[in-house]
């Protein structure tokens, strides 16, 4: 995998495709009548989105664009250490970078608080089992040696879970953290950040846990390992 710089800026591009897919869809999706008009055109085209830039960015990065994945994947060796503060950086500024670049192109203020109240201890509660779920797909088939299936798995999942999670799957602090600059149907009120990222946090963890008993092959492939 290439280092350094190159797998800097892919996550931050990754990361902004991302959050411009997320939320793009979410304000043409809200055009919508229905809540389930609005909901599944978003998860399909988000959850394809994902697929693609995982697919494009895997080789350069590992394409984790999202905090809890890049963490997780340091502390089981996947990652030098000494790259982390690049990718989270990265990650939120593509995030932020995205949510702005919609807002924009759908003719929206460049960043707007978001005001939609999410701070429910079930949708708190669902940020854990977002998480949960994503990274053990992740970490089951890497350490399986499925590295390929990664991309469409994982976007297959996301576009699942924004359906059948009733927080809609943030599963990301980065993601997070940048839907606060939207006041549109993706967004969130800055008092839902702090409880979804600890969720996620937690969610991720445990994943994390469960996947080194559960998936016995030791080594992460060399096609995820970086040393940037």
Do not use: K
Not at 162 to 183: H, K, Q, Y
């Amino acid at each position: 995998m290439s280092g350094g710089a190159r797998a800097v800026v892919a996550e931050l591009v990754g990361t902004a495709l991302l959050l411009l897919a997320v939320v793009g869809s979410g304000i043409v999706a809200s055009s919508s009548d229905t809540a389930v008009g609005a909901l599944f055109p978003h998860a399909v085209v988000v959850g394809l989105a994902l697929a693609v830039i995982i697919r494009l960015l895997q080789p350069v990065s590992g394409a984790h664009l999202n905090p809890v994945v890049t963490l997780v994947d340091a502390a089981l060796g996947g990652l030098a250490r000494r790259a982390v503060p690049g990718y989270l950086a990265a990650q939120l500024g593509g995030a932020v970078l995205g949510v702005v670049g919609a807002n924009l192109l759908f003719g929206l203020p460049a960043a707007t608080v978001g005001t939609t109240d999410r701070g429910a201890a079930t949708l708190v509660a669902s940020e854990v089992v977002a998480t949960f779920g994503l990274v053990l797909v992740i970490l089951g088939l890497v350490r399986q040696g499925a590295v390929r299936t990664v991309a469409p798995a994982v976007g297959a999942y996301v576009a699942a879970a924004i359906v059948l999670t009733p927080s809609t799957s943030f599963a990301n602090p980065a993601v997070t953290v940048a839907r606060v600059l939207t006041d549109s149907y993706t967004g969130i009120a800055p008092d839902g950040v702090l409880p979804f990222v600890v969720a996620q946090l937690g969610g991720g963890t445990a994943a994390a846990a469960l996947a080194r008993w559960l998936f016995t092959v030791p080594d992460l492939p060399a096609e995820l390992r970086s040393t940037p």
